[in-house]
């Protein structure tokens, strides 16, 4: 009985009764999840924009017209979560190879590295989405201006990949989900 | 409920085998609750006192040019010197939670610990709450992490002066309670760890990795 209800659930139990994955939502989730953190690294790590500001130094003579770059790297927050990005999506990868090619290695194992990424992606998320605000909003209680009016499309780009990324993180509670539900079930 | 445990036990021959039927880390899970509570209070506590105002000379500032305008402006700093904690009252809110879900999940744990066999369904609820509380908390790190570094180093390629030079005690008692909330995050990874462990050690045939 106990079997047949785990075969029905695409369970599969290995000579010594271990539990793999081998489940096709799994497999799904593991592909959302390398996609999405891969796209927002990308996204970010790319996110670069030059703009001529004219700056005036004092009111005698005419606007000086700088370049002024935003760059990714020059926020430590942005950084992280490039850094972040990166290695969920290298693990999100790897255990997609594992998940197909070896019939699982431990869910236990697995588990425990997808609960690292939650913690990792949603922190960096935190990070950069505040940052990310910061210079939307700026806050004036800090002099911190707000620097979105001048680097829109880095702002924006800045947006979509905290976007990706946020969705990434809740694949990854979802894949966390989904080992735990199939040991409930077998257990 | 019936039917579970007949099923438990129809299953109990073979879980016997496997010589971990009623595993449980139930006594680490209280621990660490525990843990998690005293974390949460310690960060309400430095959240609640962290408050300084400060008044500052901003004539005496050195370097403050008119490319430069006023980082600190008299009157709104004089007025305004504690805002910075609107930007981490996040993170305070959050661990206000945290201090209550722990203190209810250790009553919980508590409960169940006296049982001689604690059911399956119990380790999965609490994973679930534990995994969604760990995104909450883990967020609210990043979130307010993100803020006090550039508090702390400023930078120079957005104008964002450092603050942290001015409100010293301020910025000590935030960086302590991130610290804090740091360590509440590793907890919560260990919680949900130790709950499904306690799921994976139960299925029939399990080693130990």
Known sequence: METEHAANNGIVRKDGGKVGHGGLREVVLRVLALVLTLVAAILLGVDKQTKIVSVTISPGLPPLNVPATAKFNYLSAFVYFVVANSIASVIAAISLVVALACKGGSVFTTILIDLMMVALLFSSIGGTGAVGLLGYKGNSHLMWNKVCNVYGKFCHQVMAATALSLLGGIVYVLLVLLSASKLKRVS | ?209
């Open chain 2, 1 to 209: 409920m019936s039917s579970m445990e007949t099923e438990k036990g129809a299953e109990q021959p073979a879980a016997v085998a496997a010589g971990s039927s009623n595993y449980s880390c139930i006594r680490a899970d209280v621990g660490l609750r525990l843990l998690l509570l005293a974390a949460s209070i310690v960060a309400v506590v430095l959240m609640v006192t962290s408050k300084q105002t400060k008044n500052i000379p901003v004539p005496t500032i050195p370097g403050l040019t008119i490319a430069n305008p006023a980082k600190f402006d008299d009157s709104a700093a004089l007025v305004k010197g504690n805002r910075f904690a609107e930007l981490t009252i996040e993170i305070c809110e959050n661990i206000d939670v945290l201090g209550l879900y722990s203190i209810i999940t250790t009553i919980a744990s508590l409960a169940v610990m006296g049982k001689s066999s604690v059911p399956a369904k119990y380790f999965w609820i609490l994973a679930v709450h534990d995994l969604l509380v760990l995104g909450l908390v883990a967020a609210a790190t990043g979130t307010a992490g993100g803020v006090a570094y550039i508090g702390l180093q400023g930078n120079s390629h957005v104008n964002w002066g450092k603050i942290c030079n001015v409100y010293d005690k301020f910025c000590r008692f935030i960086g302590s309670s991130i610290a804090v909330s740091l360590f509440a995050a590793v907890v919560l990874v260990l919680l949900v760890a130790i709950n499904v462990y306690s799921l994976y050690r139960r299925t029939p045939g399990s080693s130990v990795w």
